[in-house]
Structure formats: C-alpha cells, structure tokens
C-alpha cells in the first residue's frame, strides 16, 4: 500500500485499468470518485475494510456526503467483527471525524482505516493537511453551533490524537475492546 498521499491507485475506481500512474490516469481516477454516489461508494468498499489480513485504507470524496458513508462503512466492519457494544459510539467518532477532514481540511480526498489489535479498536482519518486538531477548552456552545467535534471525541474515545504523515495528517480514535475468552 502506499504512503499517505502517495498514488495507491488501487483503492480508485479504475484502478487496474492503466497500467502506468501517470498524473492524468490518476486526475482520471479521483474525478471518477468524485462522481460516485454515496451508495455507489458504499457498495465499492463495502468488506474491504473488515478484512484484517491487509491494511485496508479507503479513500472518500471530501464532501459532507461522506460522512454517512463513513459511518455505514464502520458500522459493517464492528458487526462483522462483532464488536456489537462499540457500535454507536464508533459510529458517532467517525462522523465527528470525517465532519473535521471535510471542513477543516482543503484536499479533494479523505481515507478512512479501521483496525484492530488486542484489546483495541482504532478508527482513523486521514486528510491532505498537516495542521494538527486542537481541543480547545472553553464555555460549552449552544447546542445550534458547531465545534463540539473532539469535545464528543476526547469525551467517548478511550484514546484520541494525530499524527502527521508524509503528506497529511491522521486523526484517530481508539475504543477498548473486551476480547472474548
């Protein structure tokens, strides 16, 4: 798999179709994606993250649309895994975090990871900026404003932060899993 940023053309619809990674096959490549309907999107990835045997890293439209897709995407991989008790708090942090990659990042794509190690479940983000998220502490807002996201993330996750990569940044969190006897 290549590096964050890199051209993994694999994960792109078409991928397979040119052999050479040349810049316009992979322009060709990202504005096929972008043209991709939620469902149609949802249906191109759906399994490929529950597959542990890869690091399987996909990549979405930065557009709000893919916050749900996201969220679906998830949701499949902790029930495939039955990890039933991280459900909807896997479900609410992804959205918190894919809501900031769209907003706050400037890059035409976001990829979305699901892993798990003993004990652990971890969900990340990644996006093409490499300014860091904060938490800011302050008043809390009306509930009709925004800005809440990592006060939910910092509130549920068991664990949350960033790191920056090569070419971007990734924004994670990770649940406590209870591994079964």
Sequence with gaps: MAGWGETDQSSLPGAGLVADASPACFQ?????????????????YSGRLSDQSEAGEVRLPSRPESGPVARRLVLSVLESWELHQQLEVGELLTGELVANAVRHAAGRTIGLQVTRKPGWLRVEVRDSSRALPCLILAEPLPPTDGGRGLRIVDDLADRWGADLLPRGKGVWFELKVRERS
């Design 28 to 44: 060709g490549a990202l504005e096929a994606l972008e043209r991709l309907s939620s469902e149609e999107l949802e249906q191109m």
